[in-house]
């Protein structure tokens, strides 16, 4: 019985859900000529400073780890912010991009083929990109200390191949890289 | 003729007369060309429809016949409604070429994963006591299991994406999964209560069937919007692309 019921469920579900489908295909496209006007600009510079490792690392360098996290993890949510915002920028230069590659006009639908297929691209990589921030501010800093830890071994291994060139200067010694 | 009877005969008769109309709009938009899968789905129906409507007007008909006529129809619809939902996954991925990878992989693996949840059901075979309609009902459920879960993750898929339809594409798509919905609420009904409610689940079912035809009727004939922008707006899509893939390759 409650398969049964699961079932039935489900199936009622997945009727509302393209029902509910079918609900926002007909308003998107009675306010098409409005689309452009919902297009947010997103300071693409700004993102790249909350994302950019190097910031990070001069973070953790200077502010005590427990503030670290707390600041990152405001970062990142930012990012992540940025990011839908890009992301919802694209729905809208898909759609505009789908009527444009109807057009008669060659360029035209050449440029909104080109125009759909960067937006779909950018919503795919935004759908990965959220999910990455968003695992990293589990943990902030782990990327960090990971590149310290990076850092730290390479350092130490130069440290071990000049010492050994120091102590037997006609032989070499090979170190793992991992 | 009772108020019972006259809505039987029309949900009998009239969800097929209006299949003619469909295959007119078909032949007339040219749709065949890109779904012929539906288009031989639909005349399908169409054929199957006068058997069936002959057997059960006919009263030499033997219950075994008939059973069997439906059976076959039954399989052969089946299997045309799966092909239909093939067809829509490959149009709406060929249509972009970013998606172009995506598609196949997202179908197959949809399928495995729709199969397996599908045969695990299997073991809970319900209440026929008719080996051969118990094996229809098996069938009609794992089928509209896949059907119903693949077009939900083709829905999911293309919103999460922001993809547009066109409007004969997505009212192909929302007829089907409505039929197929509703199979599967019947079908999980029926495997528990056996014939307990097997009449008004018959209604209900052709019920959903006349819907869906009208939604294939509108859709087809449904203009295509006309907005041309004089100029598409300006946009740094390829400077957050490489911003993005840069990002998760960190």
Redo the contacts between chains.
């Keep these: ?1 409650i ?2 019921v699961i ?2 469920v ?3 579900l ?2 509302l ?2 029902v509910w ?2 609900k ?2 007909s308003s ?2 009675s306010h ?2 409005d689309l ?1 006007r919902h ?1 947010r600009p ?1 300071d ?1 510079d700004a ?2 400073v909350l ?1 950019d ?1 190097a910031e990070a690392q001069f973070l953790w360098s200077r502010l005590p780890h427990a503030e670290f996290r707390k600041i990152q993890r405001q970062r990142l949510r930012a990012a992540v912010q940025y ?1 839908s915002c ?1 992301a919802q ?12 590659r ?2 008669s006009e060659p360029s ?1 639908a050449e ?3 080109q ?15 959220i999910l ?1 921030l968003t695992l990293e501010m589990i943990r902030p800093g782990a ?1 960090v200390s990971a590149l310290n830890l990076a850092e730290n071994y390479e350092r130490m291994t130069g440290l071990v191949f000049l010492l050994n060139r120091l102590q037997r200067p006609a032989t070499g010694i090979t170190v793992a890289a991992t | 003729m009772t108020l019972r009877a006259f809505i039987w005969q029309y949900l009998l008769i009239v969800p097929h007369l209006l299949l003619l109309i469909v295959l007119v709009a078909l032949l007339r938009r040219k749709v065949y060309r890109q779904f012929p899968v539906f288009f031989a789905f639909i005349l399908g129906e169409t054929v199957q429809s006068l058997v069936m409507i002959w057997l059960i007007e006919s009263p030499s008909t033997k219950h075994a016949e008939y059973a069997i006529a439906y059976s076959a129809a039954f399989a052969v619809s089946t299997a045309l409604r799966f092909g239909v939902v093939h067809e829509i996954f490959a149009h709406i991925f060929q249509n ?4 172009d990878r995506f598609g196949t992989p997202l179908f197959r693996w949809l399928t495995v994963a729709l199969l397996c949840g599908a045969f695990a ?1 299997a073991a ?1 075979t319900g209440a026929y006591s008719d080996q051969l309609m118990s094996v229809v009902h098996l069938f009609d ?1 794992t089928a ?2 896949l059907q ?2 693949l ?2 993750g083709l ?2 898929f293309s ?7 066109r409007s004969h594409v ?1 009212g192909i ?2 007829g089907v ?2 039929i ?3 199979s ?2 019947a ?3 029926r ?2 209560t056996g014939v307990t409610y097997s009449v008004a689940l018959n209604y209900l079912v052709m019920l959903v069937y006349h819907c869906s035809v009208l939604i294939w009727i509108f859709y087809l004939f449904a203009p ?2 006309s ?3 004089a100029a ?2 300006r ?7 490489l ?3 840069r ?2 390759k ?1």
Aim: hydrophobic share 60%.
């Design positions: 019985m398969i049964a079932l039935v489900a199936a009622v997945s009727l859900l393209m489908a079918a926002g295909r998107a496209i098409v000529e452009p297009i997103v693409i993102f790249r994302v490792p990011i890009a920028n694209a729905a809208v230069l898909v759609r505009i991009g789908e009527v444009a109807r057009s035209v440029a909104g083929e125009l759909v297929n960067a937006a779909i691209r950018l919503r795919i990589f935004s759908f990965q990109a990455k990327s | 972009y070429s970013a998606l059901l809970w459920r509209s299991i119903c879960g077009l939900v829905f999911l919103s999460q994406l922001g993809l547009s339809w997505f798509a929302l999964g409505i197929a919905s509703a599967l609420a079908a999980a009904i495997s528990q295509e919007r907005y041309a922008p598409l707006p946009h740094d899509m390829e400077t957050w692309n911003e993005l893939e990002l998760l960190q």
